[in-house]
């Protein structure tokens, strides 16, 4: 699974800053048959979670009405520097996760 | 993921541009209006425009972002397999070619004819036989994933650079082939990719615009398709659209068509990974 | 992926007609009839929301205003249409958004995508890129720290492609 990860250059102390992802994931919606007619199974990256330096900061639920290779924007506020750590899963249970430190300036 | 209608634009315009021998004639984009097969020199749309130029100013956008436009996805990973060590001797693209900027101009010339074997190659070709001769490693399939993402990484390195292809000497019975195909009709709707891309650029097909039918922009992200997908696939989505029978991926059709495209497209910036509807 | 209703619509017809013919009686239908019998127009837009929105909510009143969905009144393909929903708060901890809902009511699945943000978002935005089974009106939900619901809609008419693709 490959993932692509952008925060800004400056982050500064309790400023809000976006977070941009993307994930190389087809985001099977379960409705759709493969050449023999049969169902494709669902298979979604169901949960994204970001946490910094431990402290979960954002938690999304995504369905099937995700486009594929999901992008997502969010913000979050960094009070100190730290680590932001991005994790999910989809419904075969396979998970990833990247973490991205971040440097605050005042 | 939408309810398909059983008719399509392409079905309802079909009539008006398979007429286009008369509706057409001296129209307004300087294409092959008549039909017959075209001089080179009459060959190429004026003025020539990119790919992208006939997508959707959301999807331009989209292929402008760095980071948003989804193409990225593969070329990441295709960065990633250029240093996987493959094969007994464990080697990867980078232990021959260096650092993949080594790559720079090389998509640009391509299809070219293997000089070894005088088969043509496109850039999947080559990737595919430098995988299977020099790396030793499993054949990369056509159109699979590892493959669509190295050759969306080779092709990135050219980004912005013009299309150089040879039609001379070696190539020159390819190119020929691959412009009588090109002007060729085929299927149900008896259409040749000219009656489209040469005679009616520029005009509405249902929501879309039709394009010159440059591949500038291969491999593409298609919203369609969901994913990245190669040239040749867009010629089989086309093939399908008029009705005719698609030809199998790798096959020497697509290869030579590729290279009149190529030929056709000489001089437009290369912009992998495109973006489009 | 295909709707159900129109597909249920056609299979009560056929229904319908297998029924006449079994019984080997040839309806005779009352002018007028016939016209009840073609399919009819699709809901107005937006109509499925009377259901799923207090589903969303578990009951509790919404009231539209504070939410601000952004999506192309065109989009170039029901596979990936681009959004952002942006919500009016100050995002302190005694007053934040607790968490954004994205509805579709003619996608197989309503809920397209549900956040929790918290006063450490910062800023009560979401953007991302949706697939939208035909044109509808979209709807987002924001859940208050106080309690409270707000919703913000958007139009979509989803554009459909010129040639079918077999590749």
């Given at each position: 699974?490959?993932?692509?990860?952008?925060?800004?250059?400056?982050?500064r102390?309790?400023?809000?800053?976006?977070?941009?992802?993307?994930?190389?994931?087809?985001?099977?919606?379960?409705?759709?048959?493969?050449?023999?007619?049969?169902?494709?199974?669902r298979?979604?990256?169901?949960?994204?979670?970001?946490r910094?330096d431990g402290?979960?900061?954002y938690?999304?639920?995504?369905g099937?009405?995700?486009?594929a290779?999901?992008?997502?924007?969010?913000w979050i506020?960094a009070p100190?520097?730290?680590?932001?750590?991005l994790s999910?899963v989809?419904?075969?249970g396979?998970?990833?996760?990247?973490r991205?430190?971040?440097?605050v300036?005042? | 993921?939408?309810a398909?209608?059983?008719a399509?634009?392409?079905?309802?315009?079909?009539?008006?541009i398979?007429?286009?021998?008369?509706?057409d004639?001296?129209?307004?984009?300087?294409g092959?209006a008549?039909?017959?097969?075209?001089?080179?020199a009459q060959?190429?749309?004026?003025?020539l425009?990119?790919?992208?130029?006939?997508?959707?100013?959301?999807?331009?956008?989209l292929?402008?972002?760095e980071?948003?436009?989804?193409?990225?996805?593969?070329?990441?990973?295709?960065?990633?397999?250029?240093?996987?060590?493959?094969?007994?001797?464990?080697r990867?693209?980078?232990?021959c070619?260096?650092d993949?900027?080594?790559m720079?101009?090389?998509?640009?010339r391509y299809?070219?004819?293997?000089?070894?074997?005088g088969?043509?190659?496109?850039l999947?070709?080559r990737?595919?036989?430098?995988?299977s001769?020099?790396?030793?490693?499993?054949?990369?399939?056509?159109?699979?994933?590892?493959?669509?993402a190295?050759g969306?990484?080779?092709?990135?390195?050219?980004?912005?650079?013009?299309l150089?292809?040879?039609i001379?000497?070696?190539?020159?019975?390819?190119f020929e082939?691959?412009?009588?195909?090109?002007?060729?009709?085929v299927?149900?709707?008896?259409?040749?990719?000219?009656?489209?891309h040469?005679?009616?650029?520029?005009?509405?097909?249902?929501?879309?615009?039709?394009?010159?039918?440059?591949?500038?922009?291969?491999?593409?992200?298609?919203?369609?398709?969901?994913?990245?997908?190669?040239l040749?696939?867009?010629?089989?989505?086309?093939?399908s659209?008029?009705?005719a029978?698609?030809?199998?991926?790798?096959?020497?059709?697509?290869l030579?068509?590729?290279?009149?495209?190529?030929w056709?497209?000489?001089g437009?910036?290369l912009?992998?990974?495109g973006?489009?509807r | 992926?295909?709707?159900?209703?129109?597909?249920?619509?056609?299979?009560?017809?056929?229904?319908?007609l297998?029924?006449?013919?079994?019984s080997?009686?040839v309806?005779?239908?009352?002018?007028g009839a016939a016209?009840?019998?073609?399919?009819?127009?699709?809901?107005?837009?937006?109509?499925?929301?009377?259901?799923?929105v207090?589903?969303?909510?578990?009951g509790?009143?919404?009231?539209?205003?504070?939410?601000t969905?952004?999506?192309?009144?065109?989009?170039?393909?029901?596979?990936?249409v681009?959004?952002?929903?942006?919500?009016?708060?100050?995002?302190?901890?005694?007053?934040?958004v607790?968490?954004?809902?994205?509805?579709?009511?003619?996608?197989?699945?309503?809920?397209?995508?549900?956040?929790?943000?918290?006063?450490?978002?910062g800023?009560a935005?979401?953007?991302?890129r949706?697939?939208?089974n035909?044109?509808?009106?979209?709807?987002a939900?924001?859940?208050?720290?106080?309690g409270?619901?707000?919703s913000?809609?958007?139009?979509?008419v989803?554009?459909?492609s010129?040639?079918l693709?077999?590749s």
């Amino acid at each position: 699974m490959v993932v692509r990860v952008r925060i800004p250059d400056i982050v500064r102390r309790g400023q809000p800053f976006d977070v941009r992802i993307a994930i190389q994931h087809v985001m099977e919606t379960g409705y759709r048959l493969d050449h023999s007619g049969r169902t494709i199974a669902r298979n979604v990256i169901h949960t994204l979670v970001a946490r910094y330096d431990g402290v979960e900061v954002y938690r999304a639920e995504l369905g099937s009405g995700i486009a594929a290779n999901p992008y997502l924007q969010f913000w979050i506020t960094a009070p100190a520097s730290g680590v932001l750590e991005l994790s999910w899963v989809d419904d075969a249970g396979v998970a990833g996760s990247e973490r991205v430190p971040v440097t605050v300036r005042d | 993921m939408r309810a398909r209608p059983v008719a399509c634009w392409l079905l309802a315009a079909v009539v008006a541009i398979a007429g286009c021998t008369v509706v057409d004639a001296g129209g307004d984009n300087g294409g092959d209006a008549g039909g017959t097969l075209a001089t080179a020199a009459q060959a190429r749309p004026r003025p020539l425009q990119q790919g992208s130029a006939f997508a959707p100013a959301s999807l331009r956008a989209l292929q402008a972002d760095e980071f948003e436009n989804p193409g990225m996805l593969w070329v990441a990973r295709g960065a990633k397999l250029w240093q996987q060590a493959e094969g007994p001797d464990a080697r990867s693209c980078a232990s021959c070619h260096g650092d993949a900027r080594s790559m720079r101009g090389a998509a640009t010339r391509y299809p070219q004819v293997d000089r070894a074997s005088g088969r043509l190659l496109n850039l999947d070709g080559r990737i595919m036989q430098c995988r299977s001769e020099r790396q030793k490693a499993e054949p990369l399939a056509w159109e699979s994933e590892p493959l669509l993402a190295l050759g969306a990484y080779v092709a990135f390195q050219s980004q912005g650079l013009p299309l150089r292809p040879s039609i001379d000497g070696v190539a020159r019975p390819f190119f020929e082939r691959g412009r009588d195909r090109y002007q060729q009709r085929v299927g149900q709707m008896n259409l040749s990719c000219s009656q489209c891309h040469d005679s009616n650029w520029g005009r509405q097909l249902g929501p879309e615009t039709i394009s010159q039918g440059h591949g500038t922009g291969y491999p593409v992200y298609r919203l369609e398709w969901q994913g990245a997908g190669s040239l040749q696939r867009r010629l089989r989505s086309c093939l399908s659209g008029v009705r005719a029978e698609m030809f199998p991926y790798g096959a020497q059709e697509h290869l030579e068509l590729e290279l009149y495209l190529a030929w056709r497209a000489e001089g437009l910036a290369l912009e992998a990974p495109g973006v489009r509807r | 992926m295909v709707a159900d209703s129109p597909m249920k619509g056609r299979r009560r017809h056929l229904l319908a007609l297998a029924l006449a013919g079994g019984s080997g009686v040839v309806p005779v239908l009352p002018p007028g009839a016939a016209q009840a019998q073609m399919p009819t127009a699709p809901p107005p837009l937006g109509s499925g929301y009377a259901l799923l929105v207090p589903k969303a909510t578990q009951g509790a009143p919404v009231r539209a205003g504070r939410v601000t969905v952004d999506a192309p009144a065109l989009a170039d393909n029901g596979h990936s249409v681009p959004v952002r929903i942006v919500v009016q708060s100050a995002m302190r901890p005694d007053d934040h958004v607790r968490s954004i809902t994205l509805l579709s009511d003619r996608n197989p699945r309503p809920v397209i995508v549900k956040a929790w943000l918290g006063p450490r978002a910062g800023r009560a935005e979401l953007s991302t890129r949706i697939r939208l089974n035909g044109t509808q009106r979209i709807l987002a939900l924001a859940e208050m720290s106080d309690g409270s619901w707000w919703s913000g809609q958007a139009d979509v008419v989803v554009t459909e492609s010129a040639c079918l693709d077999g590749s």
